[in-house]
């Protein structure tokens, strides 16, 4: 029978395996992050990162304390590009995939598509209600020597996809000022209003 030390300095234990693969996971998406970065852009491949990435690059730009980790990647690219994308992806480790008609980048076979490399295509609804098509490839800026989203055409499409996790990205940006009262007048009515509506209330 266990002494109640004994079961104490196990769940100690426990606790620290669950930590470890916490910081793990965060360390193997940046990893992946920095992989299909270097990878694109030895190929000379025009590409975006969207997504939680690209929110956590800009709110790390006001306060870093304020960045949420993320646990895959995502990234956007011209239609043209995607075979040369897999071939360059490939000499990384990374393995074509689809996903509901979504291309993804496996991270060796094994990989798993929640934690793979999302693509969108440029320049295309993701879904036929959304108020506007993904930006351009060419809509980015360079942060840490990696091109991310421009942040107008970030928060464009976090107010067309208006997920709950869209949504927190969108309170966090209000929150440490990226986001003020005057982006409203910048998107069209249907994205004005969802925007407008987390302005009035972004406390929930």
Same mark, same amino acid.
């Given at each position: ?17 669950? *930590?470890?693969?916490?910081?793990? &996971?965060?360390?193997?998406? %940046? ?6 970065? &270097?990878?694109?852009? %030895? ?47 490939? &000499?990384?480790? *990374? ?13 060796? @076979? ?24 993904? @930006? ?9 020597? %990696? ?14 996809? *208006?997920?709950? %996790? ?17 982006? @409203?007048?910048?998107?069209? @009515? ?15």
């Amino acid at each position: 029978m266990q002494s109640s030390d004994d079961n104490a300095e196990s769940l100690v234990r426990e606790e620290v395996s669950v *930590f470890e693969r916490m910081f793990l &996971a965060v360390e193997l998406v %940046k990893e992946r992050l920095e992989r299909t970065c &270097a990878a694109l852009s %030895k190929a000379g491949i025009p590409y975006a990162i969207i997504g939680g990435n690209a929110v956590a690059a800009w709110v790390a730009t006001i306060d870093d304390g304020a960045v949420r980790n993320t646990r895959d990647v995502d990234i956007l690219l011209r239609e043209e590009d995607l075979d040369r994308a897999a071939e360059a992806m490939a &000499a990384a480790g *990374f393995v074509r995939s689809s996903v509901m008609d979504v291309t993804v980048f496996l991270d060796g @076979p094994d990989g798993k598509p929640s934690q793979g490399i999302h693509v969108l295509l440029a320049n295309r609804k993701v879904r036929t209600e959304y108020a506007s098509a993904t @930006p351009n490839i060419t809509q980015t800026t360079q942060i840490d020597n %990696k091109s991310i989203i421009e942040l107008e055409a970030l928060i464009e499409m976090k107010l067309n996809s *208006f997920r709950r %996790k869209d949504q927190t990205h969108l309170l966090d940006m209000i929150r440490i000022g990226l986001i003020d009262a005057t982006w @409203p007048s910048r998107f069209p @009515p249907s994205l004005a209003s969802r925007l407008q509506e987390l302005l009035d209330d972004p406390d929930g």
